[in-house]
């Protein structure tokens, strides 16, 4: 089975400071993706990766970045958090970026910024 | 651009019976993939049951089918006998180079 895991469930930072999301992946996948999910608007892409130390934007990169050093890992960054990035964050992974690729998601990170 | 749209926020229905997610899409491809993936409360999200634009026959997975109609653009998701693990969030997605998820339908299986 693929796993992708999250390396919190639940974080709350504080406005201001700089918030690591860590993904991992098992299945050697060259894709990896960051969501983020808000009620009412669905999951909307924030980034995602097709290669060891590449990236692309998605729809909403604002505010955020990442890294993708090893093929297995890729960390969403929130270089200031603010209130407004209180969300569900998720993970994914997909073995291809050919379009009917199913993506794998990890369990999901709830960060709260204060 | 392509857009997904669940016109269903929330549904409730008693255990067993049939219960049927809709979903529309946009797009002016010719080639592309659909997806229906739910999400239980507080887990992980998993895929249900993928189709592929180009195959007229619509797919199944046990309890759950779909009814693609490609002219009308929609894609619809059937539950049947449902169960109380049913109750998750269920996110229609259209894929060709890129996936876009819809907003999301909240489906309570009522014991």
């Known amino acids: 089975d693929v796993k992708v895991t999250q390396s919190s469930r639940y974080l709350v930072k504080r406005t201001g400071e700089k918030v690591f999301l860590e993904c991992v992946q098992d299945?050697?996948?060259?894709?990896m993706f960051w969501y983020r999910q808000d009620p009412g608007l669905g999951l909307r892409l924030i980034y995602f990766?097709?290669?060891?130390?590449?990236?692309e934007k998605g729809d909403i990169p604002e505010g955020y970045s990442v890294s993708r050093e090893k093929k297995e890992r890729f960390s969403l960054i929130l270089e200031s958090a603010s209130t407004n990035q209180t969300s569900m964050y998720l993970c994914?992974?997909?073995?291809?970026?050919?379009?009917?690729?199913?993506?794998?998601f990890g369990p999901g990170t709830r960060l709260l910024v204060l | 651009a392509q857009t997904v749209t669940q016109s269903q926020p929330e549904m409730s229905v008693q255990e067993a019976e049939t219960v049927t997610l809709s979903c529309t899409y946009d797009t002016s491809e010719n080639n592309y993939y659909l997806f229906w993936y739910k999400q239980p409360p507080s887990r992980q999200m998993i895929l249900v049951i993928r189709q592929e634009a180009y195959k007229q026959q619509n797919a199944t997975e046990n309890r759950f089918s779909v009814n693609f109609q490609k002219a009308a653009k929609s894609f619809s998701l059937k539950i049947s006998d449902s169960q109380l693990g049913d109750t998750a969030m269920y996110f229609c997605?259209?894929?060709?180079?890129?996936?876009?998820f819809g907003k999301g339908t909240r489906l309570h299986i009522l014991p």
């Open positions: 299945m050697d996948h060259e894709n």
């Open positions: 997605a259209f894929s060709d180079d890129k996936i876009i």
């Open positions: 990766s097709y290669d060891v130390k590449m990236k």
């Open positions: 994914a992974s997909s073995p291809d970026l050919a379009g009917g690729e199913t993506q794998y």
